[in-house]
């Protein structure tokens, strides 16, 4: 995408960042929104694991970034062990949007206010290319597991309960 001056504000933002960080991706402007990574998948025609869903988590009163595969659920419990904090929740829209200054459905895992602690799932290890959104529903860029980690200063975890989905060819697993 080119002319980041005519994006919108967070994507332009996102892309400056991603430029700065000598990241190869291009953001892509899809057709439809993607709030979901099923409607990014379908979108571009890729499986929902590949599809690196941004969810925002208060933990402490602090903002936590969890990269996770779109095939993949999180599990709150598991975080906070991780953690070892008492309890971490999904973040209201509106903390979502104090942290990040991205809405919920276009959270890029770059381009906030100021730096988040980010948890990268090791299930998107598992995709040679990641989707990722740029800070607005209707975009998103390529990226690989290690670029993520690259670009948030992330930490590899184990988000949630065993494997999203078996491999191919892994069936009785």
Known sequence: MTGAETLHPRVAEVVRQLRAAGAPGEVRALPDSARTAAAAAAQLGVEVGAIANSLVFEAVGQPLLVLTSGAHRVDEELLATLLG??????????????????????????????????????ELARHPQVWA???????VFPTTYDELLRLTGGTPAEVGPGPAVAPAGAAGR
């Open 133 to 139: 959104a740029a800070g607005h529903p209707h975009t």
């Open 85 to 122: 904090v008492p309890e971490v929740r999904r973040a209201t829209p509106a903390f979502v949007r104090e942290h990040t200054g991205q809405a919920i459905g276009g959270v890029a895992p770059v381009g906030h206010p100021a730096p988040i602690g980010t948890l990268v799932d090791v």
